[in-house]
């Protein structure tokens, strides 16, 4: 076929090709766009007069974008990319130019191209700004600003914002407008106290109200309940935020239905775990339905930590690896490498290397929480470890650089101050947690219980404290949190006679969990601190799997 199609002359080659083209159009399926777009494009190449080549460039781009539309309908963001880059090379109008980079921008984007999404937006706003069109100029610098924003720079957005709205604040009341306003109010997120968030979100949504522009709406409604549970409204916050994914469920909005999720499921991490671990499952199906790698990897982060705490570490290890060699973002990187520090780290692997490398990664982010997560990491291998002082000085630096970390690292730091005899440590992060008032939820609840259990044994009163376990054991129980109700069951023998009969019945139980999870330094320390106790042999006699061997 090459060597007969190479003897054809250019203007053959036009003419079959346009011959071709005109067949599958005369067709009308949309199976066929791609091998339409083909054709057109092959028609234009040939081609030899200036005049036909124009014309043929308009149906090459025509038929490209159809087929790039029909691509990204089927979950393809890759082959979108491609087809829209295509596109790009026939264009010449600039306002079709600065559309055809947005659409490209946004395929990149949802295919974790990052930083060829930014240039891909960068180069429409620059097309939108040269063609004096303000209000898709507008519109193109707001998703510009949300991509920095969503890779861990929202000083860089804010930048952006600032320098746009200095320019275009006059269409405040427009569409356009509104989309800067809630582009500005997600760029602000990240600040604390988020209060300029809030303003800027309900600026915007009082616009997108009245213009109907339900986008606008939901995203104004996340960011804002996003802002009131970090300014201790927890529950009127968590309000909007459900009702942000009803909402965009509702409009087919899959982008904002799944932050929606997310935040929920990061939340679920100290009311309700197992709920949390289900939504991140549910949400990864839907990301995965569209084939948007995006939506997927939102889901991760958050969905290991829920499944740490379940017990379902095999789950959680097996999706990380999945992620290991992706193409993805330093930001969500960072997040994920954390997740295997802590993971390797709970089953007595030496993380240290791992963690060291996400220092690198978050050189050029300014959203703090990346740097919470290093921290975060860095207290449970140190607890791992029995180093219990650098646990704890981890687990608050975590809290200090991102305050909404405390649900998850003020409990590492009580049991370390527990391990250690240390009742003013314990004291100390009680005294924090209880600060929080926006952090409400049965699992956090259970840790505070746990954690007066613990202080009360320190300060002599064992009965209460025998009473105060029993209450965090039945609580972890109902929440199904094997993970949680071992590491009850370590600091009751840490703190309590182990010889008691029903503190030697956690520690039978917590054995046999750990050994199923292979959480082998959790493992000794229990039974150094048991002394007595002798494993049952049931537990004793298992055959631990494949990949527990290999995690001692």
Same mark, same amino acid.
């Given at each position: 076929?090459?060597?007969?199609?190479?003897?054809?002359?250019?203007?053959?080659?036009?003419?079959?090709?346009?011959?071709?083209?005109?067949?599958?159009?005369?067709?009308?399926?949309?199976?066929?766009?791609?091998?339409?777009?083909?054709?057109?494009?092959?028609?234009?190449?040939?081609?030899?007069?200036?005049?036909?080549?124009?014309?043929?460039?308009?149906?090459?781009?025509?038929?490209?974008?159809?087929?790039?539309?029909?691509?990204?309908?089927?979950?393809?963001?890759?082959?979108?990319?491609?087809?829209?880059?295509?596109?790009?090379?026939?264009?010449?109008?600039?306002?079709?130019?600065?559309?055809?980079?947005?659409?490209?921008?946004?395929?990149?984007?949802?295919?974790?191209?990052?930083?060829?999404?930014?240039?891909?937006?960068?180069?429409?706003?620059?097309?939108?700004?040269?063609?004096?069109?303000?209000?898709?100029?507008?519109?193109?610098?707001?998703?510009?600003?949300?991509?920095?924003?969503?890779?861990?720079?929202?000083?860089?957005?804010?930048?952006?914002?600032?320098?746009?709205?200095?320019?275009? @604040?006059?269409?405040?009341?427009?569409?356009?407008?509104?989309?800067?306003?809630?582009?500005?109010?997600?760029?602000?997120?990240?600040?604390?106290?988020?209060?300029?968030?809030?303003?800027?979100?309900?600026?915007?949504?009082?616009?997108?109200?009245?213009?109907?522009?339900?986008?606008?709406?939901?995203? @104004?409604?996340?960011?804002?309940?996003?802002?009131?549970?970090?300014?201790?409204?927890?529950?009127?916050?968590?309000?909007?935020?459900?009702?942000?994914?009803?909402?965009?469920?509702?409009?087919?909005?899959?982008?904002?239905?799944?932050?929606?999720?997310?935040?929920?499921?990061?939340?679920?991490?100290?009311?309700?775990?197992?709920?949390?671990?289900?939504?991140?499952?549910?949400?990864?199906?839907?990301?995965?339905?569209?084939?948007?790698?995006?939506? @997927?990897?939102?889901?991760?982060?958050?969905?290991?930590?829920?499944?740490?705490?379940?017990?379902?570490?095999?789950?959680?290890?097996?999706?990380?690896?999945?992620?290991?060699?992706?193409?993805?973002?330093?930001?969500?990187?960072?997040?994920?490498?954390?997740?295997?520090?802590?993971?390797?780290?709970?089953?007595?692997?030496?993380?240290?290397?791992?963690?060291?490398?996400?220092? @690198?990664?978050?050189?050029?982010?300014?959203?703090?929480?990346?740097?919470?997560?290093?921290?975060?990491?860095?207290?449970?291998?140190?607890?791992?470890?029995?180093?219990?002082?650098?646990?704890?000085?981890?687990?608050?630096?975590?809290?200090?650089?991102?305050?909404?970390?405390?649900?998850?690292?003020?409990?590492?730091?009580?049991?370390?101050?527990?391990?250690?005899?240390?009742?003013?440590?314990?004291?100390?992060?009680?005294?924090?947690?209880?600060?929080?008032?926006?952090?409400?939820?049965?699992?956090?609840?259970?840790?505070?219980?746990?954690?007066?259990?613990?202080?009360?044994?320190?300060?002599?009163?064992?009965?209460?404290?025998?009473?105060?376990?029993?209450?965090?054991?039945?609580?972890?129980?109902?929440?199904?949190?094997?993970?949680?109700?071992?590491?009850?069951?370590?600091?009751?023998?840490?703190?309590?006679?182990?010889?008691?009969?029903?503190?030697?019945?956690?520690?039978?139980?917590?054995?046999?969990?750990?050994?199923?999870?292979?959480?082998?330094?959790?493992?000794?320390?229990?039974?150094?601190?048991?002394?007595?106790?002798?494993?049952?042999?049931?537990?004793?006699?298992?055959?631990?799997?494949?990949?527990?061997?290999?995690?001692?």
């Amino acid at each position: 076929r090459e060597v007969a199609y190479h003897t054809l002359a250019r203007q053959d080659r036009k003419v079959r090709h346009l011959a071709a083209a005109r067949f599958f159009e005369a067709l009308g399926s949309d199976e066929l766009a791609g091998a339409l777009a083909g054709h057109y494009v092959a028609a234009h190449d040939n081609a030899s007069e200036e005049a036909e080549a124009q014309a043929l460039a308009g149906q090459a781009r025509l038929a490209l974008r159809g087929a790039a539309e029909r691509a990204a309908a089927l979950g393809a963001h890759d082959q979108a990319l491609a087809f829209y880059r295509q596109a790009i090379t026939v264009t010449t109008e600039p306002g079709d130019l600065a559309d055809l980079h947005e659409r490209a921008a946004r395929a990149a984007s949802i295919a974790l191209h990052v930083d060829h999404a930014i240039e891909l937006m960068t180069r429409a706003v620059e097309l939108h700004r040269a063609s004096r069109d303000r209000s898709r100029e507008a519109g193109a610098t707001a998703d510009l600003a949300m991509m920095y924003a969503d890779s861990g720079r929202p000083d860089d957005a804010v930048v952006i914002l600032e320098r746009a709205w200095a320019e275009l @604040s006059d269409l405040a009341e427009t569409e356009a407008g509104a989309q800067l306003m809630v582009a500005m109010a997600r760029a602000y997120a990240t600040a604390d106290p988020p209060t300029q968030a809030i303003e800027w979100a309900e600026r915007a949504a009082v616009v997108a109200e009245r213009l109907d522009v339900i986008d606008v709406i939901v995203r @104004s409604l996340h960011v804002r309940g996003s802002a009131l549970v970090r300014l201790n409204r927890a529950r009127e916050g968590m309000i909007l935020v459900r009702g942000s994914g009803g909402l965009a469920q509702a409009h087919g909005l899959l982008e904002a239905q799944t932050r929606s999720l997310t935040l929920q499921t990061f939340l679920a991490q100290w009311d309700d775990p197992r709920a949390g671990l289900e939504a991140a499952r549910a949400g990864q199906q839907l990301a995965e339905r569209v084939g948007s790698r995006t939506l @997927s990897l939102l889901m991760v982060g958050n969905g290991v930590s829920c499944a740490i705490r379940v017990g379902d570490w095999d789950w959680a290890i097996k999706l990380l690896e999945e992620w290991s060699t992706a193409e993805i973002p330093d930001a969500a990187r960072t997040e994920l490498v954390a997740d295997e520090a802590i993971l390797e780290a709970l089953r007595g692997i030496d993380p240290t290397t791992r963690i060291a490398s996400i220092g @690198s990664r978050t050189a050029g982010l300014s959203d703090p929480q990346y740097d919470s997560y290093r921290q975060s990491a860095s207290a449970w291998a140190a607890l791992a470890a029995g180093r219990l002082d650098d646990a704890i000085a981890a687990a608050r630096a975590a809290v200090d650089t991102t305050p909404y970390f405390g649900p998850m690292a003020w409990p590492i730091a009580i049991r370390a101050a527990l391990w250690g005899n240390d009742g003013d440590g314990i004291r100390h992060a009680l005294l924090k947690m209880s600060e929080g008032s926006s952090d409400h939820g049965a699992a956090l609840s259970a840790d505070i219980v746990t954690a007066r259990a613990g202080l009360a044994a320190i300060e002599g009163r064992p009965a209460e404290s025998l009473n105060l376990y029993r209450e965090a054991l039945r609580a972890w129980q109902a929440l199904g949190l094997q993970w949680d109700q071992a590491l009850c069951a370590i600091d009751m023998v840490a703190s309590l006679d182990p010889a008691e009969p029903e503190v030697r019945a956690a520690a039978e139980t917590a054995r046999a969990t750990l050994v199923g999870l292979g959480a082998a330094p959790f493992l000794e320390r229990l039974d150094a601190m048991a002394g007595r106790i002798e494993p049952p042999r049931s537990v004793a006699a298992a055959e631990p799997s494949a990949s527990q061997v290999a995690a001692r």
